[in-house]
């Protein structure tokens, strides 16, 4: 079994900038690809951005593109970087796990495992 644990998440002004961090563990010797979801209150959870596990391939959905950077840290990790903070990017933040070498996923059915998700609260 695969866990996924999220961390980073908090409380922000608007214009600030949060680190999330994703980490893999238990059958870590699978490749993985990586994504962050967001589900803001009242919403259905959306894409935001995948990486593949070379990281080499990386994509951003068009609301976060030039604010948010994904980056792998390492085989388990990976970060998500968000820049230029706005209210609307409130909500719970998720990371999932997809077992695929080459490759990215941008959809929720395609990744295999989830994390619980950690709160971000952008203030105006």
């Known amino acids: 079994q695969v866990q996924v644990a999220e961390s980073g998440g908090g409380l922000v002004q608007a214009g600030g900038s949060l680190r999330l961090s994703c980490a893999t563990s238990?059958?870590?010797?699978?490749?993985?690809?990586k994504g962050w979801f967001r589900q803001a209150p009242g919403k259905d959870r959306e894409f935001l951005a995948a990486?593949?596990?070379?990281?080499?391939?990386i994509y951003y959905q068009e609301s976060v593109r030039g604010r948010f950077t994904i980056s792998r840290h390492d085989d388990n990790t990976v970060h998500l970087q968000m820049d230029r903070l706005k209210p609307e990017d409130t909500g719970v933040y998720y990371c999932?796990?997809?077992?695929?070498?080459?490759?990215?996923?941008?959809?929720?059915?395609?990744?295999?495992?989830w994390g619980q998700g950690t709160q971000v609260t952008v203030s105006s």
């Open positions: 999932a796990a997809k077992r695929l070498v080459v490759g990215i996923a941008t959809t929720e059915n395609e990744y295999d495992y």
């Open positions: 990486i593949s596990w070379s990281g080499e391939i």
């Open positions: 238990g059958r870590t010797f699978s490749r993985y690809a």
